[in-house]
């Protein structure tokens, strides 16, 4: 295959790689500029993968399963919230808690209701699945390498999840920045004492951050079991949830360095996967295991100061007492 | 209710995780009644998978030993204030550690292999946690994230010696070759059967009394040194820590070398004890098990190996469940040690309030809350 269109598809698969993490990256970075720390991702989108598989395998309609994915990481994530802001417990060990737990809870309950071994039935057709959309002359535009292969794979061919979550990052930005609600999600981060004193509930701003993370985090996890995958399987996320607050350190706690960082990192597993066993001009072959790795040494060198620095939002973990 | 309140020390100890762990399994209870099994025959059938014979003993306290490393690796980091959740890494690093010990001195006595086994156990895990140590005492990166980083870092490192240096020629599972038969950890039925006592054949071994030995070590570090004291000093008020003369930051350092070296003492029960090879994945989650037990334990050397004993029954038992009710598989198990650090970490505070009014109710109200 010629070098421009190997580009092409790799950064096509870029993008097919990047979504979940960048839906479970915008949803960290709700919680974690509320205060909240994000280590409960990873739990809330397998939750929602298999909620979302289950229920779009019984009924036949995916929708229902985005509704029961989104339904089972909100819940989550009001269980993260009660156990983290109401009972000011440890925000890390509530986030291990839900990730371990729903790493049992969804092959068990697989296994009980569909008896496959832990999995759900395979999807299949349109309507229990997110296919790929084609835009109008896609096909017809392969014809012309440039730029109608560009068009064909890289604005063409997704699934609506894909494009919901490209239009997230502005939005994101856009709530974040420019709403009275973000300003005050922002202010609760950094210093909930003033945001108490003005009158507004810290616990209320705070709830309403993670139900958010929870939301997208649904979307997150739906995308995996019926849009990236025809079904559920166990530990279907694969430390995505790990990544994605990788990502969202890597992008220090913003929208759009974050989405930079969710691509930089999909890239890196697309490539991954385009060099196993590929020897390269003076380099010979690169293990994969290292191109996997990258992200996470890229995030701990981020944060040892050695590549720019990276400044939590001031309140992270730490739970607000009122009365103090 | 401003402070977490307080509750004498028996009900701290002993009555507090009783009732999680009572709310943990009551919750598991009901999932196993969603599934459509009964909790009551699911609880029994496991007590008697985990207690019900010498075999069964054996492979619970084989389990368990992994957990009382783990747990107190977890623990000794949480007395310095650390939240450790690189156990899980820094026990596969050592056991890597202790594998190639096993592979290169083959042709020793056992009694010379066992302390290099030890000692390469603990420096390969307590080098795999001094990195994250050292950047969060000199460049202030937090401890928890760079963990997890680093469990995936050790996976894809591990992942790599196995299926490129590692494996054994002309085979296709990334596996070691085996280790040399003296290099094995004895099991415990020989070493009782050399006293005459007879115990049936379990992978239950010398592993066994070490993780024991490290308990009192640790107990003996931590609560009856001067190094202990300053590292609980700088755990629980690092500004206190600093007008006494101690060094947080060194003691930063010091806490995650010594919770690396005791995680990575779990190949010396996994591998030298069990496997016989260095294998893929071999910690299998003992490390995320090890927080549930020292949350559990309260972080101490005593409750860490009882909790550990019950992690290593809800192993047992719960292979011996789904073996039985086909309905439940050990991914049970794994919902239960998740509802365990759900309700004896996240939400201590839950059962505690109540906890603490009822018990000053019975004393007259004397202790206000």
């Known amino acids: 295959m010629e070098t421009y269109t190997l580009i092409v598809l790799l950064l096509a698969a870029t993008i097919r790689v990047a979504t979940p993490l960048l839906l479970a990256a915008l949803a960290g970075l709700f919680s974690e500029r509320s205060g909240v720390i994000a280590i409960g991702l990873e739990g809330m989108m397998l939750g929602a993968a298999f909620a979302a598989a289950a229920v779009a395998a019984a009924s036949g309609s995916v929708w229902l399963g985005l509704g029961a994915g989104i339904a089972t990481a909100v819940a989550l994530a009001l269980l993260l919230a009660f156990a983290g802001v109401t009972h000011r417990g440890n925000q890390v060990v509530a986030g291990m808690a839900v990730n371990i737990m729903v790493a049992g809870l969804g092959p068990a309950l697989a296994l009980a209701w569909f008896n496959l071994g832990g999995q759900t039935p395979q ?200 009365e103090k | 209710m401003s402070a977490p309140a307080k509750l004498p020390r028996w009900a701290e100890l002993g009555l507090l995780p009783a009732v999680n762990l009572v709310a943990a399994l009551l919750l598991s209870g009901v999932i196993i009644r969603l599934i459509g099994e009964s909790p009551w025959a699911a609880l029994k059938l496991m007590a008697d998978g985990a207690f019900g014979s010498q075999e069964a003993v054996g492979y619970t306290l084989y389990y368990a030993t992994n957990f009382i490393f783990t747990g107190l690796a977890v623990a000794v980091a949480y007395h310095a204030g650390l939240f450790n959740i690189g156990a899980e890494g820094q026990a596969y690093i050592g056991g890597l550690g202790t594998g190639l010990v096993c592979l290169w001195l083959g042709a020793w006595p056992f009694w010379l292999v066992l302390p ?212 439940v598989n050990r991914d049970m198990v794994v919902v239960i040690q998740g509802l365990v650090i759900l309700f004896c970490g996240a939400l201590e505070n839950v059962f505690r309030v109540p906890l603490a009014a009822l018990l000053a109710r019975f004393r007259g109200g004397k202790e206000e809350a």
């Open chain 1, 123 to 322: 999807l299949e057709g349109p309507g229990q699945r997110f296919l790929a959309l084609t835009w109008p002359w896609a096909d017809a535009a392969r014809a012309a390498p440039f730029p109608g292969l560009i068009y064909a794979e890289l604005l063409s061919g997704h699934n609506l999840v894909v494009y919901f979550a490209a239009a997230l990052v502005p939005l994101s930005a856009w709530v974040l920045y420019r709403t009275r609600f973000g300003l005050r999600l922002r202010a609760v981060g950094e210093n909930p004492q003033a945001v108490d004193t003005a009158g507004i509930s810290v616990t209320r701003l705070r709830y309403q951050a993670v139900a958010i993370s929870g939301v997208l985090c649904g979307v997150a996890g739906t995308y995996l079991s019926t849009a990236a995958s025809s079904g559920f399987v166990r530990d279907m996320t694969a430390g995505k949830g790990y990544l994605a607050l990788a990502a969202l350190i890597f992008g220090k706690w913003r929208p759009y360095p974050t989405l930079g960082a969710c691509l930089l990192f999909a890239f890196t597993d697309a490539l991954a996967t385009r060099l196993q066993g590929v020897a390269l001009p003076l380099v010979g072959v690169i293990p994969v295991q290292f191109i996997l790795a990258l992200p996470y040494v890229l995030t701990v060198l981020l944060l040892a100061g050695f590549v720019g620095t990276a400044v939590a939002p001031k309140a992270i973990g730490v739970p607000y007492a009122k």
């Open chain 2, 116 to 327: 290099v086994a030890i000692l390469a156990g603990a420096v390969f895990g307590a080098g795999w946690a001094f990195i994250p140590g050292w950047l969060q005492a000199r460049r202030g990166s937090h401890i928890v994230i760079t963990t997890i980083m680093f469990n995936f870092i050790a996976s894809a490192v591990m992942t790599w010696l196995l299926v490129n240096v590692l494996i054994k020629p002309g085979q296709q599972s990334p596996e070691s070759r085996e280790f040399a038969a003296a290099t094995f950890m004895p099991g415990l039925h020989t070493l009782l059967g050399k006293v005459g006592l007879s115990f049936t054949a379990t992978p239950l071994n010398l592993a066994f009394l070490l993780a024991l030995a490290a308990s009192f070590l640790v107990w003996l570090l931590v609560w009856r040194t001067r190094w202990g004291y300053a590292l609980r000093v700088a755990g629980q008020n690092p500004a206190a820590a600093v007008y006494a003369g101690i060094l947080p930051p060194r003691v930063t350092i010091a806490a995650m070398l010594l919770s690396g070296a005791l995680a990575g003492s779990l190949g010396l029960n996994e591998l030298m004890g069990a496997q016989h090879r260095i294998l893929l994945d071999f910690p299998g989650g003992a490390g995320f098990v090890g927080i549930a037990v020292a949350l559990m334990g309260r972080n101490h050397p005593v409750g860490i190996f009882f909790a550990a004993v019950l992690f290593g029954a809800l192993m047992q038992g719960g292979s011996q469940l789904s073996f039985d009710m086909p309905r």
